[in-house]
């Protein structure tokens, strides 16, 4: 079963355009953290934002997190052609390991 | 070394047949993990090691089995393999000495077929 879920499933916008996606989760957790898949590539660890904290910034990524509503956006600006690929959400509670969402597959078009 | 890696890149297996994928991370990581990847399924955790000489079940371990001898490797065996183990797997390791957060440092990947 999935504790994070990542919406949308697929994503397609031009560049320079931002480019938003949600991650719903179930249970209580102590973090939430974002990766990005290349590719072919194994996943990189992007962001993680806290359970205590409400926005995280690092370059063109801006985190949110909602606890109330268990969800969490990850906004990506400016978006580049390098910015294609899957991104990840990834919950990390008390009960158990880091479970990861299904992605957003998000395209840059040229 | 740097980093965490896998072996082999690929493979064709044929159903079985015993096969043992490789993973060696040189960051003194206490912790190590396999997941796999299906199409639309994201990754799912298969097995996992806590420090050397200690592993645990994940959410899919059946058909499965680790061993952690040493800090550094993390072997995963498939001791008969099936076509619906055909997928991606990735290691990754983290740093949970202390106490903090479990950010995660992945393998490039081993894509399996079983046929």
């Known amino acids: 079963s999935q504790q994070g879920e990542e919406d949308p499933q697929a994503l397609s916008i031009q560049e320079g355009e931002n480019a938003t996606m949600n991650c719903s989760y179930k249970?209580?957790?102590?973090?939430l953290q974002w990766y990005r898949q290349n590719s072919g590539r194994g996943l990189v660890h992007l962001i993680l934002?806290?359970?205590?904290?409400r926005e995280k910034h690092s370059g063109r990524l801006r985190v949110t997190l909602d606890t109330s509503k268990k969800s969490s956006s990850l906004l990506i600006t400016a978006s580049r052609a390098a910015d294609t690929a899957s991104y990840f959400c990834a919950t990390d509670s008390s009960a158990s390991k880091i479970i990861f969402g299904s992605g957003t597959r998000l395209s840059i078009r040229p | 070394i740097a980093g965490i890696t896998q072996a082999p890149t690929s493979q064709i297996l044929a159903a079985g047949r015993r096969m043992t994928l490789r993973c060696t991370q040189d960051m003194r990581h206490n912790a190590m993990y396999w997941y796999r990847q299906d199409l639309g399924l994201g990754l799912r955790l298969i097995h996992y090691?806590?420090?050397?000489?200690?592993?645990g079940k994940g959410e899919v371990p059946d058909g499965y089995s680790v061993s952690r001898a040493n800090t550094d490797d993390f072997p995963l065996t498939l001791a008969s393999a099936v076509p619906s183990q055909t997928s991606v797997y990735f290691c990754a390791s983290s740093d949970e000495t202390s106490g903090g957060p479990q950010t995660q440092y992945f393998g490039p990947g081993t894509r399996l077929t079983v046929l």
């Open positions: 934002i806290r359970s205590n904290e």
């Open positions: 249970t209580s957790i102590n973090n």
């Open positions: 090691s806590n420090t050397a000489g200690t592993t």
